[in-house]
Nanobody, 119 residues
Framework: QVQFVESGGGRVQPGGSLRLSCAASGVISSVYIMGWYRQAPGKQRELVATISNGGRVEYADSVKGRFTISRDNAKNTVYLQMNSLESEDTAVYFC?????????????WGQGTQVTVSL
């Protein structure tokens, strides 16, 4: 089984910054993509950012220029640096890991960490 340790969530004022981290353990097959998704109250879960094992990154349009995703391949850890946070960024943020076993892709999800942006 794959386990996750997520940290860095909390409450911050508008314009502030937070850094999320997610460390995965128990991965047997090769890591393909790691990333972050979020779900705000009453809304569907949406992609925030992903990064491949080769360093290719993708961002949601709403966070481009404000968020930066990175990873430490040796530690199977993914980070999300969030700057200029807005109230609209308030959500539960979920870590995702996709691994490869041959040509098969397997997705694993963390339990989520709350990010609240308010005065």
């Amino acid at each position: 089984q794959v386990q996750f340790v997520e940290s860095g969530g909390g409450r911050v004022q508008p314009g502030g910054s937070l850094r999320l981290s997610c460390a995965a353990s128990g991965v047997i097959s090769s890591v393909y993509i790691m990333g972050w998704y979020r779900q705000a109250p009453g809304k569907q879960r949406e992609l925030v950012a992903t990064i491949s094992n080769g360093g290719r990154v993708e961002y949601a349009d709403s966070v481009k220029g404000r968020f930066t995703i990175s990873r430490d391949n040796a530690k199977n850890t993914v980070y999300l640096q969030m700057n200029s946070l807005e109230s609209e960024d308030t959500a539960v943020y979920f870590c995702k890991l996709a691994s490869l076993s041959g040509a098969q892709v397997f997705d694993y999800w963390g339990q989520g960490t709350q990010v609240t942006v308010s005065l």
